[in-house]
């Protein structure tokens, strides 16, 4: 099925047939040989043609231009309102129309922008809430390059101010409705290989029949961008000719493209036509520039798919160590399936500019969308202004009312009271006014309309208040003073103001995760040579890194697949206060009965706190306590793990030889002991029969007097009690040999005692 050269890194043929489709390449290159030679009647080497001239290129341009136009009038309303909500945070709250009615009535458009400070507070929220994330590997072999790659996708955000393009993609979404991120290979020469930005919302179009957040069922996304034309020629040199026709040499447009409209091309007119006076001789024509439009879309095609190992369903990259390594030790084999290709196609509305297949392995579109809301009749965005703009309308007018009434009076005058209206009229409304008027007639009347400024200044209160309900962000969470008393009130009300704007944070966790999943890929995909990267920690000290080091393999960046994973960190500041006070409570509670759980738990109180150098204090506690990181990779242990472990494992066979030592000196001691018992048991014993020898010895000597054997008995019976008391087997009368005869008869007591043998 596969023909493939191994050795060139190259698929040969599929089913037969020629294998051309490396990603980034352009396609339709046989074609369009093959119809200008039937054209023209050229060789194949002869034919001369530019390739996007062909006719399926042109047919191509044709429909995507066409995709282009008709996205741009779907969306056109919801784009004026998107552009107007952002108006409204830059207090332009007022139409041109209006504001000169005012000016007619003598009232002045007044603004008092209450919209932007609850924008304001959902964008400082963002910027403090914590957001981490964790590289982990797809296989076990791919841990030492999973951690090298958290490490290098660190260093990419740091050099790319990935944290600052995410912020104002997050005020895109809060105040127009959607914000983009954009992820993509950078300039090897310029240092950056994966470029990490933010595109403007009023830059993009995409498929508005797609319904998924993550435009997975989305066709096309459009970028358009303004170039100069010297720009626009150093990037297709090519293509001179479609770009002298696309020029555009006026600053200043009367009218609206069709391929263009307010929100994109605000930034080209010159609306400065008050000066009176061109800047140079010919102003208006000191800039030549070019309107790209770059369309990512996909076309149903069939390619080779990676079966089986660490890269399972990515499409077979022939650039990638990775796929290879897998395809040669067979832990992959190819498939061929049926996938929508991402191709992208560079344009103006008179030709193409370039065309090709995505040059990404992920086979996704390079822009990931942050949502605000989406419209459920047709999915268009919008954000938190668009509820506010009606109160902060009608507030700025009653102000505006409220202000007209107390600046101004009626007065009422007979015909004829004064000469001059005018002056009447000009003098009323002065504090030091002098009236003169005819004698005889009615001295004119001057009323003053405070009764309805004050009921403006009241419903102004009312819009205020409505504001705040609509937006979610109370007083409490502003810091100011309400009527919530108590603490647990004030809490509540702030955690009701957190839960009203949580879908722009859980919507900013979706965009990150998918953001991540993408650049990660790109880090695997064109990190592939050795480098040495600069690592900042939280107290701004560099610490220096290889990437890809031939002499530890197993760092690799492009040879072992990983996962993008957010972690879960509760954004909600008021929220993440009352869990460490409720923690500290535990801990003060439990330092009172159990404070040795206090200490091995302490290193993680002090990660669940707001508090500076939280890491740094936290690391040294678990260098006095011992307590192992939970968070740590068990198979993949830090330096200051291995050597916490070290000193643990030293201290550990040093107090069990103690131990030993101390044991073996118990042991000898107690046998000296039982020793010396031993030998004081035995001399007892010896002494004991020497006695019973010399008593036996004694009493046959006496056996002719009873009297005193009967006295000897008693003193034997009573040694051998005393004997069986402290342990003493008893002694036993010796017997008398068999040898010496029966025993001789009780001698007559009135005859001489006989003589004892000798």
């Known amino acids: 099925m596969f023909d493939i050269d191994f050795s060139g890194g190259r698929i040969l043929t599929v089913n037969g047939h020629p294998y051309n489709s490396r990603p980034g390449e352009v396609p339709f290159i046989d074609s369009a040989a093959a119809q200008i030679q039937s054209d023209q009647g050229r060789s194949v080497g002869e034919a001369k043609v530019d390739k996007l001239d062909q006719p399926k290129a042109q047919e191509l341009f044709k429909r995507l231009l066409a995709i282009y136009r008709y996205e741009l009038e779907r969306q056109a309303q919801n784009r004026y309102e998107m552009r107007v909500d952002e108006d409204f945070y830059d207090h332009i709250q007022w139409t041109l129309e209006e504001v000169a009615e005012l000016e007619g009535r003598g009232q002045a458009p007044l603004v008092f922008n209450l919209i932007q400070t609850t924008i304001n507070w959902l964008l400082g929220t963002q910027r403090r809430a914590p957001q981490d994330y964790k590289i982990l590997p797809r296989t076990k072999y791919g841990l030492q390059s999973a951690e090298s790659k958290t490490e290098l996708l660190r260093h990419v955000r740091d050099v790319n101010h990935s944290n600052h393009h995410v ?27 994966v470029f990490d930005r933010r595109e403007p919302w009023a830059n993009m179009l995409w498929d508005s029949r797609a319904q998924e957040m993550d435009l997975s069922d989305c066709r096309y996304v459009t970028r358009m961008k303004w170039l100069d034309l010297d720009i626009a020629a150093a990037l297709f040199p090519k293509r001179i000719g479609i770009l002298e026709k696309s020029r555009e040499n006026r600053l200043y447009m009367v009218g609206q493209s069709d391929y263009g409209d307010d929100a994109s091309d605000s930034h080209e ?16 024509y000191i800039r030549d520039r070019i309107r790209c439009i770059e369309m990512w879309f996909k076309m149903p095609a069939t390619v080779p798919v990676i079966s089986g190992g660490q890269f399972r369903g990515e499409v077979f990259d022939e650039w990638s160590r990775g796929h290879w390594d897998e395809m040669v030790h067979e832990r992959a084999t190819l498939v061929m399936r049926p996938r929508m290709v991402i191709h992208v196609a560079v344009m103006t509305e008179f030709g193409l500019l370039d065309l090709r297949q995505s040059p990404y392995r992920h086979n996704r579109f390079p822009f990931t969308p942050m949502w605000g809301y989406r419209r459920a009749r047709d999915g268009m965005p919008y954000g938190a202004i668009r509820g506010l703009r009606g109160p902060q309308r009608d507030l700025n007018k009653r102000a505006s009312k409220a202000l007209h009434h107390l600046s101004t009076v009626q ?19 002065r504090p030091d006014s002098v009236i003169v008027y005819k004698a005889g007639k009615q001295p004119p009347r001057i009323d003053k ?43 509540a009300r702030q955690d009701q103001g957190s839960l009203a704007t949580s879908t722009f944070f859980d919507n900013l966790r979706y965009a ?21 990267i600069r690592i900042l920690d939280s107290r701004g000290k560099p610490d220096f890194k290889q990437v890809n080091d031939p002499e530890h393999p197993e760092n690799a960046i492009d040879m072992f697949k990983a996962d993008f994973i957010i972690e879960e960190e509760d954004w909600r500041a008021s929220t993440r206060q009352a869990q460490a006070e409720q923690l500290l409570q535990l801990m003060e509670r439990l330092a009172a009965t159990a404070p040795e759980i206090v200490i091995q738990t302490l290193d993680l109180t002090i990660e669940a706190l707001d508090v500076p150098k939280r890491d740094e204090i936290v690391k040294r506690i678990r260098q006095i306590t011992g307590a192992a990181d939970p968070d740590e990779d068990p198979n993949n242990p830090s330096e200051e793990t291995i050597q916490r472990q070290q000193a643990a494992n030293a201290a550990a066979a040093m107090q069990q030889r103690a131990q030993e030592a101390e044991i073996a000196g118990l042991e000898a001691k107690t046998a000296k002991t039982q020793v010396e018992a031993q030998k004081v048991s035995a001399s007892l014993r010896g002494t004991s029969l020497d006695d019973l020898k010399k008593a036996v010895e004694a009493a046959m ?58």
């Open 269 to 284: 007119e010159d609306t400065n036509t008050n000066v009176g006076h061109e800047v140079t001789s010919g102003g208006a």
């Open 449 to 491: 309309n405070t009764e309805v400024a004050a009921a403006h200044l009241q419903l102004m209160d009312k819009d205020a208040q409505m504001i705040q309900s609509v937006g979610g962000v109370t007083d409490e969470n502003l810091g100011r003073r309400s009527n919530a008393t108590s603490g647990k009130a004030i809490m």
């Open 411 to 429: 007065v009422t005058v007979e015909d004829g009271a004064v000469d001059d209206i005018e002056e009447l009229r000009d003098e009323a409304g």
């Open 701 to 758: 000597q006496i056996a002719g007097a009873p009297a005193i054997g009967a006295a000897v008995d008693q003193i034997m019976a009573a040694a051998m009690e005393d004997a069986q008391a402290e342990g003493q087997a008893p002694a036993m009368a010796p017997e008398i040999d068999p040898a010496m005869g029966a025993e001789p008869p009780m001698p007559d007591p009135a005859a001489p005692p006989a003589a004892l043998p000798m």
């Open 512 to 532: 990150a995760m998918l953001h991540g999943e993408k650049q990660i890929i790109n880090v695997e995909q064109f990190y592939t040579e050795q480098d040495e």
């Open 167 to 193: 912020s104002l993609a997050f005020a895109d979404a809060v105040k127009a409705g959607i914000g983009w991120l954009e992820t993509g290979e950078g300039d090897p020469a310029e240092g950056v290989r």
